[in-house]
């Protein structure tokens, strides 16, 4: 099992920065990749970027390829989302996930779920 937290969310106007923070605790979380997600009302979990484990993979979606950077810290056991340019339409509550050894990029892909959290981007 691992039990996965999400924090760092908040209101921003559009162009402003935030880093999401996923703390990982239960099993060593450095054999699991790591996936973000965000969700709107309505929709299905959307894949925004993964993480392989060592850190060597990290694919992104295309709606956030350039703005976004995912990076790991083993030793901490954390995974953070660093978000730039933020445009409004990334308005939406954002998930961490964990798949044990294989990265994927689907949100059926993933075992492990954090709550989410919510992140508003302003015009």
């Known amino acids: 099992q691992v039990q996965l937290k999400e924090s760092g969310g908040g209101l921003v106007q559009a162009g402003g920065s935030l880093r999401l923070s996923c703390a990982a605790s239960g099993r060593t979380s450095s054999n699991y990749a790591m996936g973000w997600f965000r969700q709107i009302p309505g929709s299905g979990r959307e894949f925004v970027a993964a993480i392989s484990r060592g850190g060597g993979t990290t694919p992104y979606a295309d709606s956030v390829k350039g703005r976004f950077t995912i990076s790991r810290d083993d030793a901490k056991n954390m995974v953070y989302l660093q978000m730039n340019s933020l445009k409004p339409e990334d308005t939406a509550v954002y998930y961490c996930?964990?798949?044990?050894?294989?990265?994927?990029?689907?949100?059926?892909?993933?075992?492990?779920w954090g709550q989410g959290t919510q992140v508003t981007v302003s015009s």
């Open positions: 996930a964990a798949r044990l050894y294989i990265m994927g990029v689907t949100a059926t892909e993933y075992t492990y």
